[in-house]
Protein backbone atom coordinates (compact mmCIF):
# COMPACT_ATOMS: atom_id res chain seq x y z
CA UNK A 1 0.00 0.00 0.00
CA UNK A 2 1.32 3.30 -1.10
CA UNK A 3 2.03 5.76 1.86
CA UNK A 4 3.27 9.18 1.50
CA UNK A 5 4.48 11.58 4.24
CA UNK A 6 4.34 15.07 4.24
CA UNK A 7 7.41 17.39 6.33
CA UNK A 8 8.18 20.41 6.55
CA UNK A 9 5.92 22.90 7.00
CA UNK A 10 6.04 26.25 9.80
CA UNK A 11 5.55 29.66 10.38
CA UNK A 12 7.61 32.35 8.40
CA UNK A 13 7.24 35.57 7.59
CA UNK A 14 6.40 37.52 4.06
CA UNK A 15 8.92 36.69 1.55
CA UNK A 16 10.67 33.98 3.55
CA UNK A 17 11.61 30.33 2.22
CA UNK A 18 9.99 27.07 3.37
CA UNK A 19 11.04 23.60 2.09
CA UNK A 20 8.41 20.71 1.97
CA UNK A 21 9.42 16.97 1.42
CA UNK A 22 7.23 14.47 0.69
CA UNK A 23 8.52 10.73 1.29
CA UNK A 24 6.61 8.12 -0.72
CA UNK A 25 6.58 4.24 0.35
CA UNK A 26 5.05 1.31 -0.72
CA UNK A 27 5.54 1.93 -4.29
CA UNK A 28 7.57 -0.57 -6.11
CA UNK A 29 7.42 0.93 -9.50
CA UNK A 30 8.43 4.27 -9.81
CA UNK A 31 6.48 5.40 -12.93
CA UNK A 32 4.72 7.80 -11.01
CA UNK A 33 3.51 11.85 -10.63
CA UNK A 34 3.37 13.60 -7.55
CA UNK A 35 1.21 16.47 -7.07
CA UNK A 36 1.28 19.18 -4.88
CA UNK A 37 -2.27 20.76 -3.42
CA UNK A 38 -3.19 23.20 -0.98
CA UNK A 39 -6.43 23.90 0.74
CA UNK A 40 -6.57 27.50 2.72
CA UNK A 41 -9.21 27.85 5.58
CA UNK A 42 -12.93 28.01 3.79
CA UNK A 43 -11.20 27.33 0.65
CA UNK A 44 -11.29 24.11 -2.06
CA UNK A 45 -8.02 22.54 -2.53
CA UNK A 46 -5.87 24.23 -4.90
CA UNK A 47 -3.35 22.67 -7.51
CA UNK A 48 -0.02 23.94 -6.52
CA UNK A 49 2.35 21.72 -8.46
CA UNK A 50 3.37 18.54 -10.36
CA UNK A 51 6.42 16.37 -10.93
CA UNK A 52 6.87 12.98 -12.77
CA UNK A 53 9.34 10.83 -10.70
CA UNK A 54 11.36 9.51 -13.64
CA UNK A 55 12.16 12.70 -16.06
CA UNK A 56 11.85 15.16 -12.99
CA UNK A 57 8.89 17.34 -15.74
CA UNK A 58 7.09 19.62 -13.50
CA UNK A 59 3.56 21.59 -14.07
CA UNK A 60 2.85 24.70 -11.45
CA UNK A 61 -0.17 27.15 -11.01
CA UNK A 62 0.25 30.04 -12.19
CA UNK A 63 0.21 31.63 -8.75
CA UNK A 64 3.25 30.14 -7.52
CA UNK A 65 5.35 30.21 -10.88
CA UNK A 66 8.62 31.90 -10.65
CA UNK A 67 8.38 31.26 -6.47
CA UNK A 68 8.29 27.81 -6.18
CA UNK A 69 10.40 24.51 -7.63
CA UNK A 70 9.67 20.83 -7.20
CA UNK A 71 11.98 18.40 -7.82
CA UNK A 72 13.34 15.15 -6.96
CA UNK A 73 15.08 14.64 -3.56
CA UNK A 74 18.63 13.60 -2.63
CA UNK A 75 17.03 9.97 -1.84
CA UNK A 76 14.95 7.46 -3.38
CA UNK A 77 11.17 8.13 -3.35
CA UNK A 78 11.66 11.58 -1.95
CA UNK A 79 9.90 14.62 -3.86
CA UNK A 80 10.63 18.30 -2.96
CA UNK A 81 8.87 21.52 -3.01
CA UNK A 82 10.88 24.79 -2.27
CA UNK A 83 9.17 27.70 -1.47
CA UNK A 84 10.55 30.86 -1.80
CA UNK A 85 9.27 34.66 -1.55
CA UNK A 86 6.35 33.33 0.73
CA UNK A 87 2.94 35.67 0.91
CA UNK A 88 0.39 35.49 3.33
CA UNK A 89 -2.01 34.17 0.38
CA UNK A 90 0.22 30.85 0.42
CA UNK A 91 -1.31 30.17 3.84
CA UNK A 92 -2.99 26.61 3.82
CA UNK A 93 -2.38 22.82 4.53
CA UNK A 94 -0.10 21.81 1.95
CA UNK A 95 -0.40 17.82 0.64
CA UNK A 96 1.19 15.97 -1.76
CA UNK A 97 -0.72 13.49 -3.53
CA UNK A 98 0.60 10.21 -5.94
CA UNK A 99 -0.73 9.25 -9.29
CA UNK A 100 0.59 6.06 -11.23
CA UNK A 101 1.49 7.33 -14.31
CA UNK A 102 3.48 10.55 -15.79
CA UNK A 103 0.04 12.96 -16.59
CA UNK A 104 1.28 16.39 -14.82
CA UNK A 105 -2.85 16.40 -13.57
CA UNK A 106 -3.98 19.65 -11.62
CA UNK A 107 -7.44 17.62 -10.34
CA UNK A 108 -7.10 16.05 -6.97
CA UNK A 109 -9.51 13.61 -8.44
CA UNK A 110 -6.64 12.31 -10.53
CA UNK A 111 -4.95 11.13 -7.33
CA UNK A 112 -4.78 7.71 -5.80
CA UNK A 113 -3.13 8.36 -2.79
CA UNK A 114 -2.60 10.97 -0.68
CA UNK A 115 -0.51 12.51 2.99
CA UNK A 116 -1.87 13.90 5.78
CA UNK A 117 -1.01 17.60 5.07
CA UNK A 118 1.61 20.17 6.44
CA UNK A 119 0.70 23.38 7.66
CA UNK A 120 2.14 26.53 6.52
CA UNK A 121 1.58 29.41 7.59
CA UNK A 122 2.96 33.10 6.25
CA UNK A 123 2.55 35.60 8.71
CA UNK A 124 4.23 39.11 10.05
Known amino acids: QVRLEESGGGLVQPGGSLRLSCAVS????????VGWFRQAPGKGREFVAA????????RYADSVKGRFTASIGDTEDMVVLQMNTLEPEDTAVYSC?????????????????WGQGTQVAVSS
Open 97 to 113: ALRRNWVLSTTPEAYIS
Open 26 to 33: GNAFRAYT
Open 51 to 58: ITYKGGNT
